[in-house]
T-cell receptor
Framework: GENVEQHPSTLSVQEGDSAVIKCTYS??????FPWYKQELGKRPQLIID?????GEKKDQRIAVTLNKTAKHFSLHITETQPEDSAVYFC???????????FGTGTRLQVFP | DAGITQSPRYKITETGRQVTLMCHQT?????MFWYRQDLGHGLRLIYY???????DKGEVPDGYVVSRSKTENFPLTLESATRSQTSVYFC???????????FGDGTRLSIL
């Protein structure tokens, strides 16, 4: 079955710097890759997603890139702000399964 | 989102007891999911349902039972609770395959 690995497990950046979180997946048939943000004590919330027919997607300060050949995808946050501090999860699923498999999460801390 | 309601929000019980966690949605989404979240493991899928009366196992189904007699409800039952089932449980829904998946606010379950 699908396996998703996520790195790093923790990431600390200065406000205004960029942050990059990387995920790799095992199933070459995976074709949907969402990213979730989870603040302390809250539910995970979808922040951006990408499908395998697209190499990059942007939404204001966040972007996701996908390399299907290498089977990895990344979340990029530019001009980080303290409110970006949270745990971020990547996930992957294939067209012929109904299941999202999640990475183990990255705790991002943005220091003022 | 108000579209997914989990109850109770907090529960403390003893080993060997049966406990049921409720999940109710108002969106009429086809898919419903149960995840558990533990430190270091991210979000792990317990069971999911593609439609009423259709359920299937996820990554960690042992010790859990689900049913889905109505589209809007997807209860999760621990038939004989064990300490290893202490966790935060999230219900999620989505309309169709590869559509955005939305999470409820979670149930924090402690088994003593």
């Amino acid at each position: 079955g699908e396996n998703v690995e996520q790195h790093p497990s923790t990431l600390s950046v200065q406000e205004g710097d960029s942050a990059v979180i990387k995920c790799t997946y095992s199933d070459s048939a995976s074709n949907y890759f969402p990213w979730y943000k989870q603040e302390l004590g809250k539910r995970p919330q979808l922040i951006i997603d990408i499908r395998s027919n697209v190499g990059e997607k942007k939404d204001q300060r966040i972007a996701v890139t996908l390399n299907k050949t290498a089977k990895h995808f990344s979340l990029h946050i530019t001009e980080t702000q303290p409110e970006d501090s949270a745990v971020y999860f990547c996930a992957a699923s294939t067209y012929n399964t109904d299941k999202l498999i999640f990475g183990t999460g990255t705790r991002l801390q943005v220091f003022p | 989102d108000a579209g997914i309601t989990q109850s109770p929000r907090y529960k403390i019980t003893e080993t060997g007891r049966q406990v049921t966690l409720m999940c109710h949605q108002t969106w009429s989404h086809s898919y419903m999911f149960w995840y558990r979240q533990d430190l270091g493991h991210g979000l792990r899928l317990i069971y999911y349902s593609a439609a009423a009366d259709i359920t299937d196992k996820g990554e960690v189904p042992d010790g859990y039972v689900v049913s889905r007699s109505k589209t809007e409800n997807f209860p999760l039952t621990l038939e004989s609770a064990t300490r290893s089932q202490t966790s935060v449980y999230f219900c999620a829904t989505r309309q169709g395959a590869h559509q955005p998946q939305h999470f409820g606010d979670g149930t924090r379950l402690s088994i003593l």
